[in-house]
């Protein structure tokens, strides 16, 4: 159980492209997911907290412009990164958070996404 | 705002010996405190999770401790093997995760 995908795994495109990426809770619903990127050999960095309908609320210093988070569903959240630039290179790794779990504190985490932009 | 330390930012021992690893974070009022594994390139493998009412976890050669009063966790990983060698990452919920840097761990034959 708690099982979180991500899609795609990996994503290569041109500067100035946009980029979406999913985010999906497979056998729980979760109202609360995360979204986290990690640059080379540096550790998580929590972007943004999305709420099931309604707005993400952004770790200061992240672009609400440039990462747009929608979170349209209990099982879906996608991050779309507009006009990526090389800087925008990184892993992007979201979690979820099990309101069917007493407590419901734990993130349970999907495999993460590599963005490469030319 | 929670900052959470991890000592130290790299390990080398001889398999078979044990490894302690540390992490500390600054404010108690925390929900609970999760120990992950991350492979190079990978995604992260939660090891033990530790609610702030509880002291310790165990899983097989794994076990976590947690001084919620002093903002302190220990990983114990008992009988090191080659295959252990990852980056093991600490994380402190306080409603939002906040992660250590990291312990490289390597294992060596």
């Known amino acids: 159980g708690a099982v979180v995908s991500q899609h795609p795994s990996w994503v290569i495109c041109k500067s100035g492209t946009s980029v979406k990426i999913e985010c999906r809770s497979l056998?729980?619903?979760?109202?609360?997911m995360f979204w986290y990127r990690q640059f080379p050999k540096q550790s998580l960095m929590l972007m943004a907290t999305?709420?099931?309908?309604?707005?993400?609320?952004?770790e200061q210093g992240v672009e609400k412009d440039k990462f747009l988070i929608n979170h349209a569903s209990l099982t879906l959240s996608t991050l779309t990164v507009t006009s990526a630039h090389p800087e925008d290179s990184s892993f992007y790794i979201c979690?979820?958070?099990?309101?069917?779990?007493?407590?419901?504190?734990?993130?349970?985490f999907g495999p993460g996404t590599r963005l490469t932009v030319l | 705002k929670q900052e959470v330390t991890q000592i130290p930012a790299a390990l080398s021992v001889p398999e078979g010996e044990n490894l302690v690893l540390n992490c500390s974070f600054t404010?108690?009022?925390?929900?609970?405190l999760q120990w992950f594994r991350q492979d190079p390139g990978k995604g992260l493998t939660s090891l033990l999770l530790?609610?702030?009412?509880?002291r310790e976890q165990t899983s097989g050669r794994l076990n976590a401790s947690l001084d919620k009063s002093s903002g302190r966790s220990t990983l114990y990983i008992a009988a090191s093997q080659p295959g252990d060698s990852a980056t093991y990452l600490c994380?402190?919920?306080?409603?939002?995760?906040?992660f250590g840097a990291g312990t490289t761990v390597t294992v060596r034959a």
């Open positions: 530790i609610q702030s009412s509880q």
């Open positions: 979690s979820a958070r099990d309101v069917g779990v007493a407590g419901g504190n734990e993130q349970f």
């Open positions: 404010d108690s009022a925390i929900y609970n």
């Open positions: 994380a402190v919920n306080d409603y939002k995760l906040s």
């Open positions: 056998d729980f619903q979760a109202t609360t």
């Open positions: 999305s709420n099931e309908g309604s707005k993400a609320t952004y």
